[in-house]
């Protein structure tokens, strides 16, 4: 009993109540009932801090690289930068499962999010936002990677 409260509380840790009232108000507005539907059938187990660690865990590594094969001046089809694309899809397709209407959804609230005005953002976005150039390289690098892993 007392690990699953704790389970159910980790996010109390992070956020206030009004921002967690923020997200649940910008998820109502994002998906559509047919998309979360579907997102609680593929997900049925409750998000855990664990999950979230280990998340930003891979957000970070895909940063952090972006930067370094920035610095380098990586091509997009390296090794590496293949590596990043794997990582940054394998993450989309963990969650959305490939479906269209999950991802518009997580695009729709995405877009609110980055439309708050700064003090009202529950976390910040760092993690989850590259430069232009790492953004270039990531979208050239997924277009590869998907390229190959398709044929």
Same mark, same amino acid.
Do not use: C, H
């Given at each position: 009993?007392?690990q699953?409260?704790?389970?159910?509380?980790?996010?109390?840790?992070?956020f206030?109540?009004?921002?967690?009232?923020?997200?649940?108000?910008?998820?109502a507005?994002?998906?559509?009932?047919?998309?979360?539907?579907?997102?609680?059938a593929?997900h049925?187990?409750?998000?855990?801090? @664990?999950?979230?660690?280990r998340?930003?865990?891979? +957000?970070?590594?895909?940063? #952090? *690289?972006?930067?370094? =094969?920035?610095?380098?001046?990586?091509?997009?089809?390296?090794?590496?930068a293949?590596?990043v694309?794997?990582?940054?899809d394998?993450?989309k397709?963990?969650?959305?499962?490939?479906?269209?209407?999950?991802?518009?959804?997580?695009?729709?609230?995405?877009e609110?999010?980055e439309?708050?005005?700064q @003090?009202?953002?529950?976390?910040?976005?760092?993690? +989850?936002?590259?430069?232009? #150039? *790492?953004?270039?390289? =990531?979208?050239?690098?997924?277009?590869?990677?998907?390229?190959?892993?398709?044929?």
């Open positions: 009993v007392i699953m409260e704790q389970k159910k509380d980790w996010q109390e840790k992070y206030t109540p009004e921002q967690r009232q923020k997200m649940q108000e910008m998820l507005q994002a998906y559509t009932p047919e998309a979360r539907q579907k997102l609680a593929m049925p187990n409750p998000w855990t801090e @664990e999950n979230q660690k998340v930003d865990a891979q +957000y970070l590594f895909i940063k #952090q *690289e972006l930067g370094r =094969l920035i610095a380098q001046g990586a091509d997009p089809a390296s090794a590496d293949q590596n694309a794997r990582i940054k394998e993450l397709f963990a969650f959305s499962q490939g479906d269209p209407d999950i991802e518009a959804s997580l695009g729709k609230w995405w609110s999010f439309a708050l005005p @003090e009202q953002k529950p976390f910040d976005m760092s993690l +989850y936002t590259y430069t232009d #150039q *790492e953004q270039d390289l =990531l979208d050239e690098a997924l277009t590869i990677y998907r390229q190959s892993t398709s044929a």
